[in-house]
């Protein structure tokens, strides 16, 4: 099958990527040209584990190549994939700007029947727009399909090769079929295919998102409550995880969601009904996600007073989760941002997302090459992403680094007991009175 990705972002490559490493041929667009340069060049332009091999070894075998020609691209394939970003616009709602300008770009390029498939994550009644706009430009045939994408950054590879479940929403049988067929390699475990109306496909990836949303709120908010109560939040997460009802998966506290879908999702899930039904649930569920990112900064007020010149905080991890380098509205930025305007200075160390996070913290923060070098002369230590190399480190060369024995663990990835014992003062997330 003959495919074209619009859009070589985080979802666009891996889909493309992953199509092509099950025997399609793929071409990835883009209209960045630097991104497709350096893609054709072999390199990839994010840090996702286990994609860069698979990019070069389908590329190699000529199943992969990549293009800023949207018309060569459209014309020679037949489903088209729309995965370009649909970033938070005013007043909360997805900006559909660039499906849109996608939409009409590939109509444009038309020269016989197509199926495009939209990947993006858009707001309900988006398929019927897109028809809009693409019957607006064209006469050929076509069928719009949605198919909501569930990848995690970090595992993305593998949530593509193998999904819990394939969303696929629309009317058209054959195309359908088609996009169906496409996904077969990849469910070969049973997982299912679940064939929809286009809205209730495109509402399928919003209500995942801020149910998991959702989750993380609830567990921070009962881990405030649990350190105001002299409760610890790891004794209470182990006891309510084990309730099937409930069970063990993202009831993990920490200092908040971000990312580069949660907080711009949930906002536009709030706005996608205008006021009626008023979001209430989500509503708070963003508050809580606010004050949760400041709970850490608080702490070290508490502890080192309101103005903080003259102290340096080591920062260990910027990236919004472990494995992947993206710094979209990661809640490393507002706690360092916080740090900073409280008057301190900030030495900050991650495995991946240095480059990214110099686009958005510039030379007012310094970064080291490694995570010990960030400790030099700091007051305290900060932990803000659990990448695993940060969870049993040598404690005894933290403390020798430190000018004081402080640590901030926004993950809670060590044990208060232990680092105690160490002659630590360790504050972390809904376990201890700090
Ligand atoms: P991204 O910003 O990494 O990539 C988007 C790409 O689209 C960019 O490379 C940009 O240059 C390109 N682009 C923009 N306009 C274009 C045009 N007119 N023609 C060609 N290319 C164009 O975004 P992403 O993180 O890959 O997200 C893409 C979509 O998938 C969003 O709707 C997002 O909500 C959704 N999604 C993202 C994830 C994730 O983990 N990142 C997971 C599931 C769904």
Redesign the pocket.
Known sequence: MNLAV???????LVAGTCFAESGNDVVC????ER?IALLKDGKIP?YEPGLEEMVRRNTEEQRLSFTTD?DSAVQKSTIIFI????PQGATGRANLE?VR??AK?IARAMNSFKIIVT????PVGTADRIKEWVAEECSQPFAVITN??????GA?VEDFMKPDRVVLGGNDPEALEAVKELYEPFVRTGNPILVMDSRSAEMS?YAANAMLATKISFINEVSCLCEEMGADISEVRRAIALDRRIGPHFIFPGVGYG???FP??IRAMISMGGEAPEMLLLKAVEQVNERQKATLVDKVRRHFGADLSGLTFAVWGLAFKPRTD?MRDAPSITVIEALLQAGAEVQAFDPEAIAEAKKVFGDRIRYAARNYDALKGAAALLILTEWNEFRRPNFQRVKQLLKTPVVFDGRNIYDPADLRKLGFKYYSIGRNHG
């Open positions: 619009v859009g070589t972002g985080y979802v666009g667009v883009d209209i960045d991104k994010i949207l995965a370009v970003g649909t660039y300008a996608t770009g990947k993006s994550t858009v909501p994408e569930f990848l995690k950054e993305a990836k990312g580069s879908c711009k999702d993206d």
